[in-house]
């Protein structure tokens, strides 16, 4: 049975059966006290309630000796990491010294190469405005280069020998070895890394290729090792380091799928912020749905950025009135341009789908699934299909790539598409025919939309190139895409604006980019919404020159509950930054039957002055349920025009009420763990066990009602009511009327 048949079936059994089970096991699911487990071993970040120097946490921790003490931390929050039995944690909480203790997230990186025949050679650079700023001089007559400025770079290091990067590059740390050698993972076969050196070249490569600020000083901290993993407890100490170093601009082009604003990594980048530290981080790979953006890209306080396309010539496929955007794979063959192919079903690419089937000389359209995406292609190819299109098996982007070298060209496309085109080719059979089409400042698919769940902030802040992006790796230069790519071309443009205008504080840097960024458009008609793109793509540019500073850079009301605009209000400050006075006027948006805005009258703002201005959101009527309600405030200032994105909910909104469950078997006969991050809580929270065949229900490994929001972990003893086996685990949580789940296939030993 496929899986969508099977999520269904697991939709109806918690609806039908969960709350009468709900209600009967209720006394039942009462936990007994925990045997100790001496086995199981948990690193966790332990944060204080007050400073404790070294010596005095080692005295802390004597009690239990089988806790090894790895980092202490001053900067970002009095605590410290540690590893050991779970049990000894736990004791560790009991002694009222700790305000919170966090479990240590694995992090890995998502990005894919680009090939290079579609791709319009440092056309992302320039686009943010790099080209004009570089006959521009800061106030000591230096060209704006990012000369004196520090920018660090956790990672997965760097390859600091690269002839572009030797200049740039000043010293680092290895939080994956713990030494003073953040060079990348080499020797190492299919977990080589090189994203590190990647994001270096774009904010500050000083040779062959030039970043965006490059005379700039990069700090490598390696916290991801092999294959790109690493740990919240790695980036957090990285973090701290940065802090100690003295670094200008932090970059992490890195990130979870949880959306929250309370993780540990969001809250140190709020800290690294508080420290003076302009703090950039990539926005996630998850697009385009909604909801998807992770931490750290959901801290307040730091820039978190979206990607956005610079001039490309994207590859299409008409078919029959439809064209379908196609994505090409690193290592396939260039494309042949007004080239028209016949098409075949190629199912999943197995030999024997291939069979009875006339591929010679076709373009053969496989699903995802089952095989590799290389062994796909070759069995193709093997049955004289001169062209692969591979769609998905279920929703969202692919970042993918195949291994070795491709005769044939390779693209990929939706699950949607694919299926559409499935659809037309059993219709209307007839040839498919490839064109090209040039694409800029358009929102990449798979960048990672907002908002932040519970306190509903506007996520990215902005967007900048992050589809075939040119830069350093290892031995050469390669093209690749990811929001990992777009978030340095942040930094750099940090660089240079910290190193034209020192006094700026990283709150009012933020608000300049987002003051001077330009919104980009759906079509010719529509923007794309704010929390897709926040307040749209960079122009360094026009940033070094602004008059004008409105800070905060955006208006987040939140839940607007209230009728009177009193009761919704935010307060802005508006700082005149040139030596002429500059009038300040507010467009009135168009007449609305559900929102009324009350906004500051027209005025003169004096050289140097800054004044705080309130702005009034009225709810005139009901609003539509589950609905996020945004746009863009216009101010001018002067002959200058802000775009203010400004976001509200009149009720609980349409988010994922459960992200992030896992569960285990704990090490232990009697024990099993899980974990779950509650975005806003649940009224009712539970994990459901069914079997895997029949999809029975078995029985509750856990259900409670009033649950907090957060992330929740807890060991509990097994039943004996569920005997050893495998079984689908499904997660639920219900809040305002609204279920979602999550499954998973467990093993209970």
């Known amino acids: 049975m496929n899986k969508l048949i099977r999520r269904v079936i697991v939709c109806i059994l918690l609806i039908v059966i969960g709350p009468t089970i709900s209600s009967a096991h209720h006394e039942k699911l009462q936990r007994p006290p925990l045997p100790e487990n001496k086995h199981e071993q948990k690193t966790a970040i332990v944060q204080l309630k007050e ?15 089988n806790l090894k003490l790895r980092y202490t931390f001053q900067h970002i929050f009095h605590g410290f990491s540690v590893t050991g039995p779970k049990h000894e944690l736990d004791k560790i909480a009991e002694l009222g010294l700790t305000q919170q203790i966090y479990p240590s997230y694995t ?3 998502q990005v894919s190469s680009y090939p290079n025949v ?124 940065a802090i100690k170093d003295g670094v200008d601009v932090l970059n992490l082009s890195l990130g979870t799928s949880i959306n929250g604003p309370d993780l540990p990594t969001s809250l140190a980048l709020d800290k690294a912020v508080e420290h003076g530290i302009v703090a950039v981080t990539s926005n996630g790979n998850s697009g385009p749905d909604l909801w998807t953006v992770g931490t750290p890209g959901t801290s307040h306080k730091a820039i978190s950025v979206g990607a956005s396309t610079p001039n ?75 062209a692969v299109i591979i769609y998905n098996n279920e929703k969202g982007d692919v970042l993918g790539q195949l291994e070795g070298e491709i005769e044939i060209p390779v693209a990929f496309i939706s699950k949607k598409d694919g299926e559409q085109l499935l659809k ?59 929001t990992s790519m777009a978030s340095p071309h942040v930094a750099g443009a940090s660089a240079i604006l910290k190193q034209a205008n020192p006094h700026l504080t990283p709150e009012q840097m933020k608000a300049i980019f987002m003051n001077t960024s330009i919104p980009l458009k759906r079509n010719s008609e529509d923007y794309y919404d704010t929390f897709e793109q926040g307040a749209g793509r960079i122009r360094i540019d026009k940033a070094i020159k602004t008059k004008v500073i409105i800070d905060p850079g955006a208006l987040i009301f939140g839940k607007v509950e209230g009728t009177n605009f009193e009761e919704n209000k935010i307060r802005i400050t508006i700082e005149n930054v040139s030596d002429q006075p500059i009038r300040i006027t507010f467009q009135v948006p168009e007449r609305s039957d559900e929102i009324g805005w009350h906004l500051p009258t027209r005025f003169m703002l004096q050289p140097n002055e800054k004044r705080q201005l309130t702005i009034g959101l009225e709810v005139k009527n009901e609003h539509k349920v589950n609905e996020i309600f945004n746009g863009y405030l216009t101010m001018f200032a002067g002959s200058d025009t802000i775009h203010v ?19 285990e078997d704990a090490n232990h006969e009697d024990l099993f763990q899980y974990e779950v991050y509650l975005p806003g809580g649940a009224e009712e929270f539970g994990i459901a066990l069914f079997d895997p065949d029949t999809y029975r229900f078995i029985d509750y490994l856990d259900w409670e009602e009033n649950v907090r929001r957060g992330l929740i972990s807890r060991t509990m003893n097994k039943s004996d009511a569920i005997p050893k086996g495998t079984y689908i685990a499904i997660a639920f949580a219900k809040k305002a009327e609204k279920e979602d789940y999550i499954e998973q296939i467990i093993e209970i030993q």
């Open 312 to 386: 490309i010539k994207v590859p299409y496929l008409d078919y029959f009135q439809k064209q379908f955007r196609l994505t090409p794979f690193s290592g396939s063959k260039q494309w042949n341009i007004d080239r028209s192919y016949m098409l075949v079903d190629g199912g999943l690419g197995r030999v024997g789908d291939f069979q009875n089937k006339d591929a010679v000389g076709k373009m053969a359209v496989i699903k995802r699934g089952k095989l590799t995406f290389t062994e796909k292609v070759k069995n193709a190819e093997k049955h004289g299909a001169k």
């Open 51 to 65: 400073h404790l120097t070294t010596s005095e946490i080692e005295k802390l921790l004597k009690p239990y000796p």
């Open 118 to 241: 579609l791709i319009q050679e440092h056309n992302n650079i320039d686009l943010i405005g790099t080209k004009e700023i570089r006959r521009l001089n800061d106030k000591n007559g230096r060209p704006l280069t990012g000369k004196g400025i520090k920018v660090g770079v956790i990672d997965t290091g760097i390859d600091y020998t690269h002839p572009d990067l030797r200049k740039s590059y000043v010293k680092g740390y290895d939080f994956v070895d713990n030494d003073s050698d953040p060079m990348e993972t080499v020797n190492m076969g299919p977990n080589d890394t090189f994203h590190g050196t990647h994001v270096a070249g774009v904010i500050a490569a000083n040779g062959k290729m030039k970043g965006v600020a490059c005379e700039a000083k990069i700090y490598a901290y390696r916290a991801l090792g092999p294959g790109g993993f690493g740990t919240t407890e790695m980036i957090i100490a990285a973090i701290e380091q």
């Open 424 to 482: 037309l080719m059993r219709e209307r059979p007839m040839p498919a025919k490839i064109t090209l089409k040039e694409e800029q400042d358009t929102l990449a698919d798979f960048s990672s939309r907002g908002p932040v769940t519970f306190n509903w902030e506007i996520k990215p802040d902005v967007v900048a190139p992050g589809v075939a992006i040119v830069s350093t790796v290892p031995g050469g230069y390669m093209p690749l895409q990811g």
């Open 645 to 663: 994105p400004y976001l509200y909910v009149t009720t609980e909104p349409d988010y994922p009420r459960i992200m992030a469950f896992s569960v």
């Open 107 to 109: 992090y890995q990186l």
